[in-house]
């Protein structure tokens, strides 16, 4: 791997710590509004499927070591077994795919983000709360996520919009995401 890919995946992890650390609280929820989706979306449209996938790894890596990059400022392993572990987890499935068909045209860009990458991260963060968390049925699991989905959905249209710029402007300067 050459220095320039290592220095992208960097970049994409620091953008993933932040984001997690920007939260809203909702009072309704035991998760918070925060950038984190964005963030993964924004991953990979701009890298490759392979570097997408180290950076959200990374990024999983240091908080699963105690590093609060999670959502409200939390971090270690415990974070796995609540209601935002299967978001987590969701991302390292989540953002190779939308790499992978993200194609090079701004409309491929968004419908990848919202048409692959939202169902992923929910049906994984639905299934996982049911097996790992504990949650009684779909319609319960999905009381909890379905608020945030309208969010999840602006936020992946703006990470595709982004993306895709950032894209044409580095390409133009004749680096290679």
Known sequence: MKISDITKISVCTALLCVSGM??????????????????????????????????????????????????????????????SGGFLVSFLVAVPLVSA?????????IVSAVFVGIPVIYAISTLYNMLVIGFSS?????????????????KSV??????????????RAGINV
């Not at 309704?28 to 449209?45: E, G, K, M, N, Y």
């Not at 703006?158 to 390409?171: D, E, K």
């Open 22 to 83: 920007l939260a809203i609280p909702v009072p309704f929820s035991h998760t918070a509004l925060t950038l984190q989706v964005f963030a993964v979306i924004l991953t990979a449209v701009i890298l490759s499927p392979k570097k997408a996938f180290f950076a959200v790894l990374a990024y999983l890596l240091i908080g699963f070591i105690g590093v609060p990059v999670f959502s409200g400022m939390t971090g270690g392993f415990q974070c796995l077994f609540t209601v």
């Open 101 to 109: 068909c993200k194609g090079i045209r701004l409309a491929t860009h």
């Open 138 to 154: 779909v319609a319960e699991t999905l009381a909890v996520t379905l608020p945030f989905l309208p969010f999840d959905i602006v």
């Open 158 to 171: 703006a990470a595709g919009v982004i993306g895709h710029c950032i894209n044409r402007t580095l390409s």
